[in-house]
Nanobody
């Protein structure tokens, strides 16, 4: 099994920055890709960014140029650097791991990001 723990959430002013971390433990060798999702109040959960084991990245249009997903190596946390924050970035941010063996994805419990204008 894989366990994910998010950290780094909190409050920021519009235009500010926050960095989220997603730490994986357990059978981390089975992880194919890590993604960040977010869910704002009253809205569906949406993909923010993802990174594969080969460090290929993908971003939602709404965060391109402002957010950066990164990892040092497969054993280190995955980071989401969020710059130029907007009030619409306010949400609970979740980390998700896709596994090689086709098992259902593993989710973290989420971390709240609040951006005030």
């Amino acid at each position: 099994q894989v366990q994910l723990v998010e950290s780094g959430g909190g409050s920021a002013q519009a235009g500010g920055s926050l960095r989220l971390s997603c730490a994986a433990s357990g059978r981390t060798f089975s992880i194919d890709a890590i993604a960040w999702y977010r869910q704002a109040p009253g809205k569906e959960r949406e993909l923010v960014a993802s990174i594969t084991r080969d460090s290929d990245t993908n971003y939602a249009d709404s965060v391109k140029g402002r957010f950066t997903i990164s990892r040092d190596n497969a054993k280190k946390p995955v980071y989401l650097q969020m710059n130029s924050l907007k009030s619409e970035d306010t949400a609970v941010y979740y980390c998700r791991a896709n596994l090689y063996d086709g098992s259902p994805p593993t989710w973290g419990r989420g971390t709240l990001v609040t951006v005030s204008s």
